[in-house]
Structure formats: structure tokens, C-alpha cells
């Protein structure tokens, strides 16, 4: 699977907004969608670094309402903590099915204006720690060994010591420990296999 920066539609698989930022997309989900190798194309067409909730469920909704392409929306716990993340979508779509919930991914079946795809929330970090640093400080420590806290810093030095990025990482540790920490994405992205082309 390939993860594009683009601004265009053509033959793709679907759509993947982030809510947080490009850190997310290039060390985080990038990595990921090479190592599923499937040989489909997901866009990442958002130009702003990041969106927050609304603005992601917006870019979300114009991007189903103009190609009915699956689309991912990537974010972390804190921007979704204090707002009922259904009335956000209610004010987006016409229609919105729940298909699965669980802690950590939303996966729906939404309509705007004729068009209907399936949108996937995937909702990064936990209640105490409600951002993707919580995930990465334990894929760390499954796969190093080492217990972190869950901040950046400690995390870039972290690697930094192990001469790593957190790419390189995601790259050689396998996709069932990365199913561990990071399983809302990949199941996010894998759903993508379904889809047409």
C-alpha cells in the first residue's frame, strides 16, 4: 500500500485525513501502508498540517460527497474528548450508520448529498495520555524493551540513542506487534483492501 500527498482522485483506494498533523502522516502512517504492500493508493489531499476534529470530518464529507471513496480520519483522543464526535458528523452527512466501535476506531457507513462510503475514525492515545505519544512510548517499549514516558522528547532521545527514527522502527517490527500499539490504523487502512480499484 502507498501513501500519496497528492491533490487529485484518480485511480485510488480512498482518502486519509489528518487531525494532527504531518508528523502522523510521514513517520507514522507512511511506514504502515508500505509494510500492508498491497499495491493500492490511499491520498492524503489536506494541505494544512493540521485540522482538528471538525475541520477532518468536513474534508471528510466534501471528499465522499465528490468521489464516494472509504476515507480515514487519523486524530488524537484530546480533540475529540470534549465534543460528541456524532453531532460533529450529523452536521456533515445525511446519513451515519455505525458499522463497529471500539475505544480506539469508529468505523461508519456515511452519506453526503448521493454519494455513501465508509469513514474510519481511528482515535490515537488513551484517557490518561489522549495523544499518539501514548502509542509510540509503547511500541517503544514492546520493541526495545524500554519503558518511556509518553513525550516527545523523550521519545526523539530515545531513538536518538538507538540511532533510529520512528519510521526506521515501524519498518522492522512486525506487523503483529504493530497491531499491538498501532492496530487502529492498520485495521483502518487494511479495511481499504475492500474497496475498488
Known amino acids: 500500500m502507498k501513501l500519496v500527498m497528492a491533490q487529485v482522485a484518480g485511480d485510488v483506494a480512498g482518502f486519509i485525513i489528518f487531525g494532527n498533523g504531518k508528523y502522523d502522516k510521514e513517520?507514522?502512517?507512511?511506514?504502515?501502508?508500505?509494510?500492508?504492500?498491497?499495491?493500492?493508493?490511499?491520498?492524503?489531499?489536506?494541505?494544512a498540517p493540521a485540522l482538528g476534529l471538525?475541520?477532518?470530518?468536513?474534508?471528510?464529507?466534501?471528499?465522499?460527497?465528490?468521489?464516494?471513496?472509504?476515507?480515514?480520519?487519523?486524530?488524537?483522543r484530546e480533540h475529540i474528548e470534549s465534543r460528541d464526535i456524532h453531532e460533529v458528523l450529523k452536521e456533515y452527512f445525511s446519513e451515519v450508520k455505525i458499522l463497529a466501535q471500539s475505544e480506539n476506531l469508529l468505523q461508519l457507513q456515511v452519506t453526503r448529498g448521493p454519494k455513501t462510503a465508509k469513514l474510519h475514525i481511528a482515535i490515537m492515545g488513551?484517557?490518561?495520555?489522549?495523544?499518539?505519544?501514548?502509542?509510540?512510548?509503547?511500541?517503544?517499549?514492546?520493541?526495545?524493551?524500554?519503558?518511556?514516558?509518553?513525550?516527545?522528547?523523550?521519545?526523539?532521545?530515545?531513538?536518538?540513542?538507538?540511532?533510529?527514527?520512528?519510521?526506521?522502527?515501524?519498518?522492522?517490527?512486525?506487523?503483529?506487534k504493530l497491531e499491538e500499539t498501532l492496530g487502529n490504523i492498520i485495521a483502518a487502512l487494511k479495511s481499504l483492501d475492500n474497496a475498488t480499484p
Not at 504502515?32 to 491520498?43: C, F, G, P, Q
Not at 471538525?54 to 476515507?71: V, Y
Open 126 to 176: 488513551n484517557r490518561q495520555i489522549p495523544k499518539i505519544e501514548a502509542n509510540i512510548a509503547t511500541l517503544i517499549g514492546q520493541a526495545l524493551n524500554t519503558n518511556i514516558p509518553p513525550e516527545k522528547n523523550a521519545i526523539r532521545r530515545t531513538l536518538r540513542e538507538q540511532g533510529l527514527r520512528i519510521q526506521d522502527l515501524i519498518r522492522t517490527t512486525s506487523i503483529s
Open 27 to 47: 513517520r507514522i502512517v507512511a511506514p504502515i501502508a508500505e509494510k500492508l504492500d498491497n499495491h493500492k493508493t490511499i491520498l492524503a489531499p489536506q494541505k
Open 54 to 76: 471538525r475541520r477532518a470530518i468536513e474534508t471528510a464529507a466534501e471528499l465522499i460527497g465528490r468521489f464516494a471513496k472509504d476515507t480515514i480520519i487519523i486524530i488524537d
